[in-house]
């Protein structure tokens, strides 16, 4: 089993940046992918960004390309979102996600592990 806990979600202008976090306790998990996935209101939860832990490979969501970056510090058990350049539509919650696959995929119902979410919210 894989705990995980989201931290770091907020208010903050558009424009601006905010890093949430992800970290997993329970188990190693550096044979896992995890994945970023987010929610606004009466909108389905969708895929961000994804980050094998192994190695770092990587890849993100059109929308958020070149403005968010995913990242692991593995000695702390933690994956980041760092998020730039944000804008109103980027307000959600914010979940991150572990899948014992260690193969990258943005398939939400393939992610056996989920945390309890992060607000974020971007004011115009």
């Known amino acids: 089993q894989v705990q995980l806990v989201e931290s770091g979600g907020g208010l903050v202008q558009a424009g601006g940046s905010l890093r949430v976090s992800c970290a997993a306790s329970g188990r190693t998990f550096d044979r896992y992918i995890v994945g970023w996935f987010r929610q606004a209101p009466g909108k389905e939860r969708e895929f961000v960004a994804a980050i094998a832990v192994s190695d770092g490979r990587a890849f993100y969501e059109d929308s958020v390309s070149g403005r968010f970056t995913i990242s692991r510090d593995n000695a702390k058990n933690t994956v980041y979102l760092q998020m730039n350049s944000l804008a109103p539509e980027d307000t959600a919650v914010y979940y991150c996600?572990?899948?014992?696959?260690?193969?990258?995929?943005?398939?939400?119902?393939?992610?056996?592990?989920w945390g309890q979410g992060t607000q974020v919210t971007v004011s115009s």
């Open positions: 996600a572990a899948d014992r696959s260690n193969v990258l995929h943005r398939f939400r119902g393939a992610y056996d592990y």
